[in-house]
């Protein structure tokens, strides 16, 4: 496929904000950009107040039906209609392209392509709701209704549309892992996303408070962090949003070390983090773009054992773990983390080989370039 006038389509599964998978998306958007995108949800709303990128905003959208469901992007109900996802995302007519590029946490990999078109498949995560962590969300009430119903042949379904892609490419060695356990499939190529680091100085004097950024999906662990808090005490502040942040406010907002700051701008995250005496990861991350962009700033990290964190955390040098997720084995690690005496240098100094946006498009590009499709 060595053309110069590739015709290019990039899928992902929802634009809802800029969260780590719409960073992705924004530098597949950038080497490419004359694409277009497609995908299940894209409130309208977003060319207005600006919350997504002008990259990605500069690119044709294309949605799906189920889009225009009314009241869909509010509160999350778009999650309720899980069942549909895997119909929609095949009716996609991507036959007039050459290259599909799709960046899945959930159904994109899953797009139906032409026997001429070559399929990349940037996966963050098979779908954790179905697999691995189905529990997790059926304790936290998320629509177990629809999840009862759907989630067995959602396995089948994914596991098909998993042999789709030519070429599967993974956030993580996590989720390497995790596609060979569910999938049966190897992963082609490991590439960290995209992190954008800290560029203001490292500050020795830190404030009395530690930070977690949107820990309210039920596999990030929101509710253990936020009872930890409750029974230690210490001043803790939560930035980001997510599903079940209305029901997390309700029960925590009363106590006065715990802050719910919501959605902040790049310039108030970076001082939230800069200043701040610890960053906790509470749950399982399959890669972790907020705790990297904090120890970018020096901040060490506190975090659960388990998930794409033990990729990026250098035990005792750029934060340390807890093993369990229970109070006393948080507070144990917690203690030993408060009386450390961390070098913030060397604490940011951990992270400098990890991608950020540049370092992470030559990564694609080559990846591109080996398989003969020129950029």
């Known amino acids: 496929m060595k053309r110069s006038n590739l ?42 107040k600006g919350l997504l990128s002008k990259d990605i905003l500069s690119h044709k959208i294309y949605t799906s039906k189920l889009n225009s469901i009314p009241f869909v992007h509010k509160a999350n109900l778009y999650r309720y209609t899980l069942h549909k996802w895997p119909s929609h995302i095949e009716r996609f007519d991507l036959s007039d392209y ?5 960046s899945s946490w959930a159904v994109s990999h899953g797009v139906i392509t032409s026997i001429d078109t070559k399929h ?15 529990g997790i969300y059926f304790d936290n009430k ?51 996303p995209p992190v954008e680091k800290y560029t203001g100085e490292i500050l020795k004097d830190r ?29 803790l502040m939560i ?51 907020f705790p990297v962009e904090a120890m970018s700033c020096g901040t060490p990290v506190l975090a659960y054992s388990e998930g794409g964190t033990l990729e990026t955390v250098k035990d005792t040098i750029g934060g340390m773990f807890f093993r369990k997720r229970d109070i006393g084995s948080f507070r144990e690690a917690f203690d030993i983390f408060c009386n450390k005496k961390w070098d913030y240098h060397k604490v940011a100094k951990s992270v400098e080989n990890i991608n950020d946006s540049n370092r992470f498009k030559e990564e694609i590009k080559k990846i591109f370039v080996d398989n003969d499709i020129n950029i």
Request: hydrophobic content about 40%; aromatic content about 16%.
């Open 98 to 102: 050459d290259l599909v590029i799709s």
């Open 120 to 134: 990349y498949a940037y996966i963050h995560t098979p779908m954790r709701y179905i697999w691995d962590m189905y």
């Open 239 to 289: 930035i980001g949003s997510g599903g079940n942040e209305k029901s997390l406010k309700r029960r925590y907002g009363k106590y006065q070390n715990i802050h719910f700051l919501g959605w902040v701008s790049e310039e108030e995250k970076w001082e939230i983090f800069s200043k701040a005496k610890g960053y906790i990861v509470p749950g399982v991350e399959e890669f972790g773009i």
């Open 207 to 235: 404030e009395e408070y530690f930070v977690s950024g949107a820990p309210f999906e039920p596999n990030k662990g929101g509710e253990f962090l936020l009872e930890c808090a409750k029974e230690i005490g210490f001043e």
């Open 7 to 48: 015709k290019v389509a990039i899928v992902t599964d929802s634009l809802l904000k800029m969260a780590g998978g719409s960073k992705v998306l924004e530098c597949f958007a950038q080497i490419f950009p004359n694409a277009d995108i497609y995908t299940l949800f894209a409130p309208v709303v977003h060319k207005r």
């Open 142 to 192: 998320f629509p177990q209704i629809v999840y009862k119903v759907a989630s067995n042949f959602l396995r089948i379904w994914d596991v098909s549309a998993s042999r789709r892609p030519d070429i599967v490419i993974s956030n993580s060695n996590f989720v390497s892992k995790r596609i060979q356990k569910y999938w049966k499939r190897k992963t082609n190529y490991i590439v960290y």
